[in-house]
């Protein structure tokens, strides 16, 4: 039985790093390396924090003195080649596999609402092989960044369900009002870093399929 939607669950969307991805060292090793070209220390650990919620631009204004804030366009492109450099760091969060499998053979359907660029969640997907289950997928790029809620209400929209038979699972507290302002459930990953208010915080994926009656 589904003990946390006894009337049926129809979908799932996931933030994507710290919930589908483990991408923390590859952060740390990104804006460590601008942060070393402006001849500045590596981050301390509120500002990695901060960093790993933020869209990339909102982190590099964070970071950087506001006389270098002009240079973030051409930071982005040309000081870190994030595919060679970065990528390789970013491990598939252990168990995400196998509990989206579940989902996929009970017919629930699966979204993304990322922070990220729509380009770095392409490269997420295709460059770690993810299946192709996630529809939609929704970035910072379509200007509806999280804590925002036009992407979550984007999603539900498209599929014509009602808020309350989805799931949210993110790692964040931006991700927990980013649910809470569409009224979705949300679920604490097994990355989230703090305690979170919640209908579950998963130990594990195993543990959140068990929960919602999978397997």
């Known amino acids: 039985m589904n003990k946390l939607f006894p009337d049926g669950l129809t979908g799932v969307i996931f933030d ?31 500002q990695e ?19 270098l804030h002009d240079s973030i366009p051409a930071v982005r492109e040309k000081v870190v080649n994030y595919r060679e450099k970065i990528m390789p760091l970013v491990k598939i969060y252990p168990g995400f596999l196998d509990f989206i499998s579940l989902l996929h053979n009970y017919d629930i359907r699966m979204a993304v609402l990322t922070n990220r660029t729509e380009k770095g969640m392409q490269d997420v ?26 992407g979550a209400r984007l999603i539900l929209s498209k599929w014509g369900v009602p808020s309350g038979k989805i799931l949210y699972v993110g790692d964040s507290d931006i991700d927990r009002r980013t649910a809470q302002a569409c009224s979705i459930p949300f679920a604490a990953a097994p990355g989230a870093r703090t305690p979170l208010p919640c209908i579950c915080h998963a130990q594990s994926y195993a543990g959140l399929a068990q929960d919602l009656g999978l397997k």
């Open 16 to 46: 994507c790093d710290g919930v589908m991805i483990d991408s923390a060292d590859a952060n740390r090793e990104y804006y460590n390396l601008i942060l070393a070209h402006f001849g500045l220390p590596p981050m301390t650990d509120e």
């Open 125 to 150: 997907l295709n460059i770690l092989g993810f299946p192709r289950y996630f529809d939609p997928v929704v970035t910072a790029s379509s200007g509806f960044y999280k804590p925002r809620p036009e």
């Open 49 to 67: 924090s901060y960093c790993l919620m933020a869209t990339t631009a909102q982190a590099l204004q964070y970071l950087l003195p506001e006389k």
